[in-house]
């Protein structure tokens, strides 16, 4: 009784504003807390995003560079391990993009996992509706990446709308050693990639592990933020998604993500 009366007393729903700030400050702290959707499990996805682009506009209004997006739970297996039946997408900003070939300072994350995915330098801004051919016209170069994921929620345990507001779980990324034209390479659903952790394969995966083709994940982002009145542009950097499950990194932990054409980006964890 007491429960149903004090979720009224909170309205249906919560601030935007107010979940941003709340995350923000557990990402500072580095204190993971409790999802959103344990209090409010009413708490709906277009919500859930204008928290994130409140979290994310924050960090621009500090002297950050907004440099691409990255999608979310585009593969099965991350849908699996997650938790989640829905992919969805973040926004990366310029204080994520990580020296290639350095260590990776762990006092910055709360419990870092990372993963390997491929990403997509745009040459054009995306039209759409997007499909995987109008994506791959528009694509300058793809790349080897490494997302390194770290949640703002206890055990990286949330629901659709808390990951959303949580941009995605973004932490930090790394881009591998070359920038290929798609032309150049052969069809990106056939690209193999192999997941190694001090040297053991763990997981191994292809291209089409995400939504059947890396590029389908990059338009149905560019169709997603259409209904939003917000492009993919010339310039940004998108990461694909994950496509294997992702690892956690430890200290003195060498974690490898070799993409067949794209090279090979070694994680170390400091
Ligand atoms: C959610 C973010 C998902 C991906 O590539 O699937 C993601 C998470 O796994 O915490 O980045
Ligand atoms: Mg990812």
């Not at 935007?16 to 209090?39: C, G, H, M, N, Y």
């Not at 739970?73 to 849908?79: E, F, G, M, N, P």
């Not at 932990?253 to 070799?258: D, G, K």
């Amino acid at each position: 009784m007491q429960r149903a009366a004090a979720a009224t007393d909170d309205g249906p729903m919560i601030d935007p504003s107010q979940i941003a700030e709340v995350l923000a400050r557990a990402e500072r702290d580095r204190q993971a807390r409790s999802p959103f959707t344990d209090e409010h499990p009413d708490l709906d996805d277009a919500t859930a995003y204008d928290a994130q682009w409140a979290g994310i506009k924050a960090k621009l209004d500090a002297g950050e560079r907004l440099v691409g997006a990255k999608l979310g739970l585009t593969s099965r297996v991350k849908q699996q391990v997650m938790k989640v039946d829905a992919p969805l997408y973040g926004w990366v900003t310029s204080g994520m993009l990580l020296p290639y070939g350095e260590p990776v300072d762990l006092a910055r994350f709360i419990h870092p996992r990372v993963e390997p995915e491929i990403a997509f330098l745009l040459a054009r801004d995306v039209e759409t509706p997007a499909t995987v051919t109008s994506v791959l016209a528009a694509t300058e170069s793809v790349l080897a990446a490494v997302d390194v994921l770290d949640s703002r929620y206890a055990d990286f345990r949330f629901r659709l709308p808390d990951v959303i507001a949580d941009n995605a779980s973004a932490g930090a990324f790394l881009l591998g050693p070359s920038a290929v034209p798609p032309a150049e390479l052969e069809d990106l659903r056939l690209l193999g990639c192999v997941l190694r952790v001090d040297g053991e394969v763990v997981a191994t995966a292809a291209g089409a592990a995400t939504m059947g083709h890396p590029a389908a994940s990059v338009a149905w982002l560019a169709n997603r933020l259409a209904g939003r009145g917000e492009a993919l542009r010339a310039g940004m950097l998108v990461f694909s998604g994950g496509l294997t499950e992702p690892v956690p990194l430890a200290a003195g932990t060498a974690v490898t993500a070799e993409l067949e054409g794209l090279g090979s980006i070694e994680v170390y964890g400091r």
